[in-house]
T-cell receptor, first 111, second 109 residues
Framework: NAGVMQNPRHLVRRRGQEARLRCSPMKGHSHVYWYRQLPEEGLKFMVYLQKENIIDESGMPKERFSAEFPKEGPSILRIQQVVRGDSAAYFC?????????FGPGTRLTVT | GIQVEQSPPDLILQEGANSTLRCNFSDSVNNLQWFHQNPWGQLINLFY???GTKQNGRLSATTVATERYSLLYISSSQTTDSGVYFCAVDPGGFQKLVFGTGTRLLVSP
């Protein structure tokens, strides 16, 4: 059973561009979560999704950030008009119920 | 919101030594997990332990939910144990983990 997969692993964007981060959960897991880790900090919850539904987006910035988990395909975290402060590691996790399993992360650098 | 404090913040060990890492949380929780973030940034699941004691090789963990703390024991440490150890809790059963401040461990040969 493959683990949680994220791509790309590294992403470089110029200020003002869009960033799309993808996450494929483990087989049989219907819950997906996104977390952000700023340099030298712990992880902070962003959003919790199930198929075609956003369950909790209380950690998402109000503007420029959106997430989806369509019926088919991976979950997508989309950041529009990126700024330098968006540079961070973005982790996706999936869960069958309670225990969460994390992917390797996408490291976003905004230049 | 819930506060999750870990101690010590930094720890340096000689290879072969034992250590205990602590995680205190300020409110009752439905879920507690321990993770190891290795020097390459990957998060490795160590334990899912909302209560009780578990062991996995040289690592073991104990959570005393009524007293709001959890302990991670590392025995016979190895250089590959280096990295940052996080505990994370789900306070409301809403499945969003709140991460602790982390313990940075360096094991030297």
């Amino acid at each position: 059973n493959a683990g949680v997969m994220q791509n790309p692993r590294h992403l470089v964007r110029r200020r003002g561009q869009e960033a799309r981060l993808r996450c494929s959960p483990m087989k049989g897991h219907s819950h997906v979560y996104w977390y952000r880790q700023l340099p030298e900090e712990g992880l902070k919850f962003m959003v919790y999704l199930q198929k075609e539904n956003i369950i909790d987006e209380s950690g998402m910035p109000k503007e420029r950030f959106s997430a989806e988990f369509p019926k088919e395909g991976p979950s997508i975290l989309r950041i529009q008009q990126v700024v330098r402060g968006d540079s961070a590691a973005y982790f996706c996790a999936s869960s069958p119920a309670s225990e969460q399993y994390f992917g390797p992360g996408t490291r976003l650098t905004v230049t | 919101g819930i506060q999750v404090e870990q101690s010590p913040p930094d720890l340096i060990l000689q290879e072969g030594a034992n250590s205990t890492l602590r995680c205190n949380f300020s409110d009752s929780v439905n879920n507690l997990q321990w993770f190891h973030q290795n020097p390459w940034g990957q998060l490795i699941n160590l334990f899912y332990i909302p209560s009780g004691t578990k062991q996995n090789g040289r690592l073991s963990a104990t959570t005393v939910a009524t007293e709001r703390y959890s302990l991670l024991y590392i025995s016979s440490s190895q250089t590959t144990d280096s990295g940052v150890y996080f505990c994370a809790v789900d306070p409301g059963g809403f499945q969003k983990l709140v991460f602790g401040t982390g313990t940075r461990l360096l094991v030297s040969p």
